[in-house]
T-cell receptor
């Protein structure tokens, strides 16, 4: 079982829609959770971090964490073509573990 | 400008020829880490360092060495590269938040080094 699992996609949404990205993790002791965006050929860019249960909003992005279900998600509201990228979920327990990423395409 | 730099950005080498990939950060971060990224496998941690002279193995340390003699630098050494080490390598650094030593690391990544071993 992988430490962090994400749907690989690809996920396609029309411009202006809500994109929903999901991630589950196996280590119940994990304390920190992150979402990174990675454009093709570029390095991962931190877009959200969340440390406690509930929702955290930053602009068009909302991260949701449910430690009991070992589940973290990212919602992107009013999706834009520039949001087209691979989104990586990362979890910090004893080590950092990344999911394999979900590819998102926003269709104009 | 706050950044993590890596050199070289691209490297083609032959099996067995020792190489070093440098990583440097100017943010006074305590934590630094190396990852490799392969298609279908995602980012996997090779080694990490909590501070100067403190390093530890990540998920895939075999065939790699690191050192942390200065806070800003964290070189990755491949003593005898093999073709299965062909990959995209990222260095990352972070500070710790909230006063806790083992939580809340928000990592910032360098631009990557694409290594090909023939």
């Amino acid at each position: 079982q992988k430490e962090v699992e994400q749907n690989s996609g690809p996920l396609s949404v029309p411009e202006g829609a809500i994109a929903s990205l999901n991630c589950t993790y196996s280590d119940r002791g994990s304390q920190s959770f992150f979402w990174y965006r990675q454009y093709s050929g570029k390095s991962p860019e931190l877009i959200m971090s969340i440390y406690s249960n509930g929702d955290k909003e930053d602009g068009r992005f909302t991260a949701q964490l449910n430690k009991a279900s070992q589940y973290v998600s990212l919602l992107i509201r009013d999706s834009q073509p520039s949001d087209s990228a691979t989104y990586l979920c990362a979890v910090n327990g004893n080590q950092f573990y990344f999911g394999t990423g979900t590819s998102l395409t926003v269709i104009p | 400008e706050a950044q993590v730099t890596q050199n070289p950005r691209y490297l083609i080498t032959v099996t067995g020829k020792k190489l070093t990939v440098t990583c440097s950060q100017n943010m006074n971060h305590e934590y630094m880490s190396w990852y490799r990224q392969d298609p279908g496998l995602g980012l996997r941690q090779i080694y990490y360092s909590m501070n100067v002279e403190v390093t530890d193995k990540g998920d895939v340390p075999e065939g790699y060495k690191v050192s942390r003699k200065e806070k800003r630098n964290f070189p990755l050494i491949l003593e005898s590269p093999s073709p299965n080490q062909t990959s995209l390598y990222f260095c990352a650094s972070s500070s710790r938040r909230g006063g806790a030593w083992d939580t809340n690391y928000e990592q910032y990544f360098g631009p990557g080094t694409r290594l090909t071993v023939t």
